[in-house]
């Protein structure tokens, strides 16, 4: 139920509209493509680039089809299909699935949740547009033929310089870790945005299904795209620097790569599948009409899922000699996952039978991803148990149980979205009834292309094999399995044309289609920019069900927020726990600053890849100028007091509590942060318990007057921007603090910089390398301590910082610590085997 | 946030206590040291995860919110039963082969 109470906002409804619609809009013309910040239009580029990126793959693998058709076919020499198919499993994995699950979060998540954007909407744009800039990297690359062509995986020796010697792997390295950024950049946000940014009332146990699946799967993407980040940072560096990560001849080891890998990119695979389930348990039950059966399990199950996948990902590496042991720990785990997936599956079926289900399309879609992804599930089933792996490893059997799991788990449940949500997007009903054939072409053409797939597995054929002898068994399955794929494309086609006459024919359609009872329907469709007119109340999961009226209401102001204020972008904050809401937030507005950012930060990654080393300082520099350029304008100059925030509630201004957006924000990256220190710690660790050819040729020895110094920054540093907070939160100076923390963090970088002084050549050994990476890590958080000390002091200089604004200074104070922590790890795990050998 | 904590803590632990018990496998196969060490380290991580279970199910550290409380002991009794479940082998197999 929904409580709009009797409060009635001073301004009508069409005033209120026309004055929010001013305030929150987009720049007119071609130029708002460039500087707007809002979520439905960022929204909407995502989805559309990812599908762009989804046909480019698709088209990939029409080709992969063509050359498998025949043996000894002549289509295509193997230079090039070994291009082809590394680019189609990078463009699937890298530049659709998961965009296309940042797009959906973006457009949907603030509407769901009863809020009128996502948290820091600049970083949305950010992330967009360094999606657009390194995904075209990988275009470009494609295009000019010199494309990655060592498999999705990137496995050394195959793409490091032994095995691609030109700039094709590079490609793939930076490109990839440029496009990564949008991700790190999609889940802070999500994530901060799930926790704090919903509707009044919004509990966690209120929270749409949806929110939960995203949430977890941002933490995961935290969590498990910084050991493919770090990966790719050590593999480049050996490839640009000769710093032998992954040679054993100098006590590297390519099977850190493969646990780097796998740490990414096994949570991956439920990193893509959790947000489709999240579809599946809000489209499912309004298809049904009812509710999902076990709301509390399904999130149960989902957390769980989220992090046992973490512990799974050597079952990729079970044919590496890895002892039978440790295959039992991940074969255990492997099958472990397989009940809160179970628990989803059957919360799902009951939610069936509790329900009256109609069979619309979404709903087709539905029974399509439940016939495949339980195939899938039970394929993974067989590929986790060791000896069944050998013999299937490597073969075309896994990569059809991997196409169940992805289309079956993704792709199909996305088209169940797509056709569930596209009249929210338009505002149109659907003209012909194309989307019913397409269904049946894709569904018919999938199975026929991948059960095959599992055959000819069986009977032996590799995975990534450009052709093959005629007489092997495999001619006519690799044909009918061919055909079976162009069906499935033209399925695809025919749900593009389906999108484009919805799109084209101006069919309007009702406001809430299917009856569902989820917040994104308690407005106009197409929607606003803003969102709500005003910020409804929830007293209950499906508010929109409990209480028809709730769209009305809104747009009669009845909600909180109602009233324009001197033309701000407003939005509350809630606590996380109970949805009381505890702040007003105000949003920057359109600006190029986020392009700009990414297109600078754009050149630190073409320095790296055309080998034009002043180009990265340089587009370093300039993203440091950009991003004092883009904190400046946040906060106020002078406290502001509570605020009238609607039906009676005054609420501070964000900026004037504890811990404002940015301060969450930063833990959530600071996470992400740490997860890539620790996985550098974890490669050092399996370098030295694993690989060949240590110890290293000498130790590093420490310099004790530059460890106290190290000691002495990580004592004054914490303690120095405590002080500062302090004497703010009396009215005093905080510039005494501030000295002394830079005093302090100056120290931590002084000791940092010895782990390289003491190791001249980091090409000598693995060691002396990843010493180099532990140091520079050291180093470059000492210098953005720094850096954010500085800038603190020109804040409080020009008057942002006050007793009521601490904030800033807290966020701060988050990195201090985490840079005095580092910096001892990092110098603990350089001196001392030293010190005790 | 300490209801998050709660939610992801228990399962958290299970990763921590699952990576180490992996390290000291690779340890323990490096150096050349006693096997028992792993199986003592099974017992002890059954052991630790047992504590958020009884934390949770306490007044003082368990969440007030009924639908937090009852799915953070639900995830502490799924973390319960992973450590159990997945570090079995360290009891039952050859280490090194």
């Not at chain 1, 740490?674 to 020895?701: E, I, K, M, R, S």
Request: with cysteine.
């Amino acid at each position: 139920m929904v409580s709009l109470c009797r409060w009635v906002s001073p301004v009508n409804a069409l005033r209120r509209h026309r004055e929010l619609s001013r305030i929150w809009a987009s720049d007119p013309g071609w130029r708002g493509w460039f500087t707007t910040v809002n979520h439905t239009d960022i929204g909407r580029m995502f989805l559309a680039v990812a599908v762009i990126f989804f046909f480019i793959g698709g088209i990939l693998a029409m080709l992969i089809r063509a050359q498998l058709a025949s043996p000894r076919s002549p289509f295509m020499g193997p230079e090039i299909y070994n291009q082809i198919f590394t680019m189609h499993g990078t463009i699937m994995m890298f530049l659709f699935a998961i965009p296309l699950f940042e797009g959906l979060a973006v457009y949907f998540l603030p509407k769901l949740l009863g809020a009128r954007d996502l948290a820091f909407p600049r970083l949305t744009a950010y992330g967009f547009w360094c999606y657009v800039f390194g995904g075209s990297m990988l275009i470009f690359a494609l295009l000019a033929g010199i494309a990655p062509d060592s498999g999705w995986f990137m496995y050394p020796p195959l793409s490091s310089t032994l095995g691609s010697p030109g700039i094709n792997s590079d490609f793939w390295l930076i490109g990839i870790t440029f496009v990564e950024i949008s991700a790190i950049c999609a889940a802070v946000e999500i994530t901060v945005s799930i926790l704090r940014y919903r509707a009044a009332g919004m509990s966690l146990s209120r929270m749409p299904i949806f929110a939960w699946y995203a949430l977890v799967t941002s933490l995961m993407i935290l969590t498990g795209f910084p050991p493919l980040i770090l990966g790719s940072v050590l593999l480049e560096l050996e490839r640009a620097f000769g710093m032998p990560f992954f040679q054993v001849e100098h006590g590297g080891d390519s099977l850190l790569w493969q646990h780097l890998f796998w740490l990414f990119g096994h949570p991956e695979v439920y990193i893509i599948f959790l947000p489709a389930a999240g579809v599946i348990s809000t489209i499912l039950p309004v298809m049904a009409r009812t509710t999902l059966l076990g709301y509390g399990w399904v999130v149960v199950g989902a957390i769980s899922l989220g992090v046992l996948s973490f512990g799974i990902w050597v079952h990729h590496m079970f044919a590496t000699g890895i002892p039978h042991m440790a295959l039992a720990f991940f074969s255990a785990a492997s099958t472990l996952v397989a009940v809160p997936i179970g628990i989803q599956i059957f919360a799902w079926l009951g939610t069936i039978w509790k329900g009256r289900p109609q069979m619309h399309l979404p709903m087709l879609w539905i029974v399509g991803f439940f016939a495949t992804f339980v195939i899938g599930g039970l394929t993974g089933v067989m590929v986790a148990v060791v000896p069944f792996n050998w013999q299937v490893h490597d073969t075309a059997f896994v990569t059809a149980h991997l196409h169940y799991v992805l289309v079956g788990g993704f792709v199909f449940p996305m088209l169940a979205a797509l056709y569930y949500w596209m009249p929210h997007l338009t505002g149109r009903k659907r003209f012909f009834k194309l989307g019913e054939t397409a269904f049946w072409l894709v569904f018919i053409g999938f199975h026929g292309t991948f059960l095959l797939m599992h055959w000819v597995g069986l009977l032996g054929q590799r995975r990534r094999i450009d052709t093959y002898d005629a007489g092997s068994g495999w001619e006519v399955i690799n044909l009918i399995s061919s055909v079976f794929s162009f069906v499935m494309a033209i399925g695809f086609a025919l749900i593009l044309i389906d999108v484009i006459i919805h799109t084209v024919i101006r069919s309007r359609g009702p406001r809430n289609p299917w009856g569902a009872g989820s917040l994104e329907w308690a407005m106009p469709i197409p929607p606003p920019p803003y969102n709500f007119a005003s910020l409804p109340e929830v007293t209950s999961r499906d508010a929109l069900a409990k209480s028809p009226g709730l769209a009305l209401g809104l747009a009669k102001g009845e909600g909180y927020l109602g009233t324009p204020r001197d033309g701000l972008r407003e939005t509350l904050t809630v606590d996380t726990a109970t949805g009381q809401p505890n702040g007003i937030v105000v949003f920057p507005k359109n600006t190029a600053l986020p392009i700009l950012m990414a297109f600078v930060t754009g050149g630190i990654f073409l320095g790296m890849l055309i080998k034009a080393y002043w180009l990265v300082p340089l587009a370093g520099a300039g993203v440091v100028a950009l991003s004092l350029r883009w904190v400046w304008g946040l906060g106020h100059r002078r406290d502001r007091g509570l605020q009238d925030a609607g039906r009676g509630l005054m609420l501070p201004f964000a900026s004037e509590t504890a811990d404002p957006p940015g301060w969450w924000g930063s833990v959530f990256l600071l996470i992400a942060n740490a997860t890539f220190f620790g996985c550098l710690l974890f490669g050092y660790a399996f370098l030295w318990t694993v690989a060949p050819n240590w110890p290293p040729p000498q130790w590093g020895v420490a310099d004790v007057r530059w460890l106290g110094v190290a000691f002495t920054g990580a004592l004054i540093g914490p303690l120095g921007i405590r002080w500062a907070i302090l004497s703010l939160g009396r009215d005093g100076s905080p510039l005494p603090g501030f000295l002394a923390t830079l005093v302090g963090v100056v120290g931590l970088g002084a000791g940092a910089a010895t782990i390289p002084l003491s190791l001249p050549d980091p090409t000598r050994h693995a060691y002396d390398a990843t010493l180099w990476v532990i140091g520079g890590y050291g180093l470059f958080h000492a210098a953005l301590v720094v850096l954010m000390t500085c800038f603190l002091i020109a804040r409080s200089a020009a008057g942002f910082l006050s007793a009521r604004r601490l904030g800033e200074a807290r966020i701060v104070r988050l990195w201090v610590d985490y840079a005095a922590l580092v910096t001892l790890a990092a110098l603990a795990a350089a001196f001392a085997p030293g010190l005790l050998s | 946030m300490t209801d998050i904590l709660r939610l992801f803590g228990p399962l958290v632990l299970w990763l921590a206590s699952f990576s180490a018990i992996y390290g000291l496998h690779g340890a323990i196969c490096a150096q050349g040291w006693d096997r028992s060490l792993l199986v003592m380290a099974w017992g002890i991580a059954v052991a630790v995860q047992a504590a958020p279970l009884l934390l949770l199910s306490t007044e003082r550290f368990g969440a007030r919110a009924g639908f937090v409380r009852r799915a953070s002991l639900a995830l502490a009794i799924v973390s319960l039963v992973a450590v159990i479940w997945t570090l079995a082998p360290a009891a039952f197999l050859s280490a090194c082969v």
